[in-house]
């Protein structure tokens, strides 16, 4: 099973808004409303930062966003600020009890 | 605070078995899903393998499955994985993750720091 489809790279300057995609198929990010997406500073450990979609575990800024279509996700982050530099992975439910992950992509603040 | 703190992971040579082990503190393992979710160098993440708050369900992702064994304590709160002939593409950065729920999901909610396992000759 091959990873979710993620860009490489996005750039924004702060305040300006981003949007990173996640692309999968029927049977995994189309078939379910179950997609996370978390944040890795470099050397750290990812954060948990959106689940079923769109909602936001406690203690994550508003700022972030999710929303899907069909088979592509996508985390909306507003109000770039330099700390939001970072790897963002999406991750799908993906049927018989498997987990998915994106290829990641890297967010560079201007 | 939820802390996980994985161990065990280290140089080993092609063929050779390690086992890596997560001691979980401010909550119970018998009570949420546990994930093994490893990271190659330079790469992105991949899912592993997963065990139900019983453990009764287990799952493998495809590339360790029949050679990777998850198993739990839960009277020690600890979590493991039992890696059996290595390869040189299992070098990576091994996480122990905890679900937000009893059962596999896309919900983590918490990761440990990772133990590194290398495989070369």
């Known amino acids: 099973q091959s990873a979710l489809t993620q860009p490489r790279s996005v750039s924004g300057s702060p305040g300006q808004s981003v949007a990173i995609s996640c692309t999968g198929t029927n049977s995994d990010v189309g078939g379910y409303d179950y997609v996370s997406w978390f944040q890795q500073h470099p050397g750290k450990a990812p954060k948990f930062m959106i689940f079923?979609?769109?909602k936001r575990p406690s203690g994550v800024p508003d700022r972030f966003s999710g929303s899907k279509s069909g088979n592509t996700a996508s985390l909306t982050i507003s109000g770039l600020q330099a700390d939001d530099e970072a790897d963002y992975y999406c991750c799908s439910y993906a049927g018989a009890d498997s987990i998915i992950f994106g290829e990641g992509t890297r967010l560079t603040v201007l | 605070e939820v802390q996980l703190v994985e161990s065990g992971g280290g140089l080993v040579q092609p063929g050779g078995s390690l086992r890596l082990s997560c001691v979980a503190s401010a909550f119970r393992i018998s009570n949420y899903a546990m994930n093994w979710v490893r990271q190659a160098p330079g790469k992105g993440l991949e899912w592993v393998s997963s065990?139900?708050?019983?453990?009764?369900?287990?799952k493998y992702a495809g590339s360790v499955k029949g050679r990777f064994i998850i198993s739990k304590d839960d009277s020690k709160n600890t979590l493991f994985l039992q890696m059996n002939s290595l390869r040189v593409e299992d070098t990576a950065l091994y996480y122990c993750a905890k679900a937000e729920l009893g059962w596999l999901t896309e919900r983590i909610d918490h990761w440990g720091q990772g133990t590194p396992v290398t495989v070369s000759s």
């Open positions: 065990i139900s708050d019983s453990g009764g369900n287990i």
């Open positions: 079923d979609v769109s």
